[in-house]
């Protein structure tokens, strides 16, 4: 059956940019789904630059202004793959012009920013989702249908951590293209908004609500030359961020994210510890899941390495054959398949608006309890 013809005008092309193009690109070649994405327009501020990425990717045109693309009458989705802080106003114009809305993470530089942003997708009523995608790693998904089905009963631990070491150097400046996430005004926060997002929205996602967190963040540079302004200018954005946390289901739990950690590149990494079963999960490794089921028979009982590339795990029907893996890239594949699916089934497509929302709620506690040195409420 021919598919319908889905306009998407994609705000940015950087790394994201990539990522979410070549998705859009390879969704129909692999997942049956009732749309076919049309690369209509990519926009960028300098028009060069967005040809040139037009013409790699197969755009049909570019715009240099982000309120002309929302403008324009041919395109169905506004998807926003730029910096922090342009969300919020492509968000909110793109839901009053009746567009869908696919947004980047974090939602918004803060939850007062997300919340209206919410607000403007739920009253235009038009669909929207944010590209939380390691919830749709396969082994990643395996797990929330383990936690779902029961599998660990009762869970006890959530432990999570972020660890990167790229802006060690005191000499690396703050600001502009590849380093807006060191310019707080841009970024919003550090890693508690870049990394430790992330994990929420996993831990949200695999083990409920969260209810109070207690935060500790630390700024290891202090200042750092501004690329934008071509001074020396204090840094606002926390380097490091640790929080505790009580989830709604008693479970304790400790998160960690940090761009000091020497050696470690984008070492994300979660358990959960459960009355009858445990399990692990490594970025790094991304195709496994580290599993321990104390119900197994004593003598051979221990931590199975299960490689989750069969045609019963989640997504992995739709790849290879039984024992290749996939990677990074596919996570945005089937996020953009999920998203066509449920726009076609007339469904919320997950996570939306209003869950990203909730991972901004709890970011803001952490770093309100930075500040205030008690435990502060996760539920805004
Ligand atoms: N889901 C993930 O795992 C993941 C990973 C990386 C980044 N992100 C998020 O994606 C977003 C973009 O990050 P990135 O790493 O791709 O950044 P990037 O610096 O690689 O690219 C940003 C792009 O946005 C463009 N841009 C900036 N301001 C603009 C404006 N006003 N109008 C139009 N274009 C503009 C830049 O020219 C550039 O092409 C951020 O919100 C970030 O937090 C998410």
Redesign the pocket.
């Known amino acids: 059956m021919a598919k319908k013809p889905l306009n998407v005008g994609m705000?940015?092309?950087?790394?994201?940019?990539r990522t979410h193009s070549n998705a859009f690109s390879q969704v129909n070649h692999f997942f049956d789904v009732p749309f076919r994405p049309v690369l209509k327009a990519t926009?960028?501020?300098?028009a060069a630059k967005a040809k040139a990425f037009a013409e790699q990717w197969g755009y049909e045109s570019i715009e240099t202004d982000?309120r002309k693309l929302v403008e324009r009458k041919d395109i169905d989705v506004i998807d926003i793959?730029?910096?922090?802080d342009?969300?919020h106003e492509i968000a909110i114009a793109a839901a009053k012009a009746g567009k869908m809305v696919m947004c980047?993470?974090?939602l918004g530089r803060s939850a007062k920013e997300s919340r209206q942003m919410v607000d403007a997708v739920e009253k235009a009523k038009v669909p929207n989702m944010v590209?939380?995608?390691y919830r749709r790693v396969p082994s990643v998904t395996l797990a929330k249908q383990l936690i779902d089905e029961g599998k660990l009963g009762r869970i006890f631990h959530y432990r999570a951590k972020f660890l990167q070491d790229w802006t060690i150097s005191k000499d690396l400046p703050q600001g502009g293209?590849?380093l807006?996430r060191l310019d707080v005004d841009v970024a919003g926060s550090g890693v508690t908004g870049?990394l430790l997002a992330?994990c929420i929205d996993t831990a949200l996602w695999l083990n409920g609500g969260i209810t109070k967190v207690s935060g500790m963040t630390e700024t290891f540079i202090k200042e750092r030359h501004h690329n934008i302004t071509g001074k020396t200018e204090t840094v606002g954005i926390d380097d490091a961020s640790l929080f505790l946390a009580r989830f709604a289901n008693g479970s304790l739990a400790s998160f960690e994210a940090t761009r000091y950690a020497r050696g470690h590149k984008a070492l994300y990494t979660f358990e959960i510890n459960g009355e009858n079963a445990s399990i692990f999960w490594d970025l790094h490794d991304l195709h496994r899941l580290q599993y321990f089921d104390h119900r197994d028979e004593g003598r051979t009982r221990g931590w199975r390495s299960l490689h989750i590339t069969d045609g019963d795990h989640p997504y992995m029907d739709k790849w290879w054959v039984p024992g290749l893996q996939i990677g990074y890239e596919h996570t945005f594949i089937h996020q953009v398949a999920d998203f066509l699916g449920a726009v076609g089934g007339g469904k919320a497509a997950a996570p939306t608006f209003r869950d990203a929302l909730a991972t901004d709620l709890v970011t803001d506690a952490v770093l309100r309890s930075a500040k205030t040195g008690l435990w502060e409420s996760a539920n805004g």
């Open positions: 705000v940015g092309y950087g790394f994201m940019g926009c960028a501020r300098d982000w793959a730029s910096p922090n342009t969300h980047e993470k974090p590209w939380y995608n293209q590849g807006w870049d992330h």
